[in-house]
């Protein structure tokens, strides 16, 4: 598998994200910022219609709903399994800014299949 994060890698978890079952009904616009990785900051997006993630790719989002700030340290570890997108809030990890309701509640199912997903890649 491609190394996390790099533009392969993305191209390879699109079309996985893409498939996933509708995971509730949310709809929103996510943009993530991950500082110190491999290749430096990193910035992506996905936009959730429904429940589905119908678009995955690097770069900003179109006037995202939820921008999270994280180092790359604390992605790999809410991917690799040794925390959660939950505790990694709640100790300051994950920076969340803009509307904490739709990221913490309204897509706390989304961000667990997708998070499970992204983690089966490597």
């Known amino acids: 598998m491609s190394a ?12 996985v994200l893409a498939a996933l079952p509708p995971a509730g009904d949310a709809s929103a616009t996510v943009q993530y910022a991950v500082s110190s990785s491999p290749d430096g ?10 429940g589905v993630v119908t678009e995955f790719a690097v770069g900003k989002g179109t006037d ?11 992605f790999t570890g809410v991917l690799g399994g040794t925390t959660t997108a939950d505790a990694a ?34």
Not at 89 to 117: N, Q, Y
């Open 41 to 50: 900051k990193v910035t992506f997006h996905a936009v959730i219609e429904g």
């Open 89 to 122: 809030f709640m100790d300051g990890s994950f920076k969340v800014e803009g509307d904490h309701k739709a990221w913490l509640i309204d897509l706390r199912d989304v961000r667990a299949a997708v998070f499970g997903a992204l983690a089966a890649l490597d």
């Open 64 to 74: 995202p709903d939820v921008v999270v700030s994280c180092k790359f340290d604390a």
């Open 4 to 15: 996390m994060l790099s533009p392969e890698w993305f191209e390879a978890a699109a079309p």
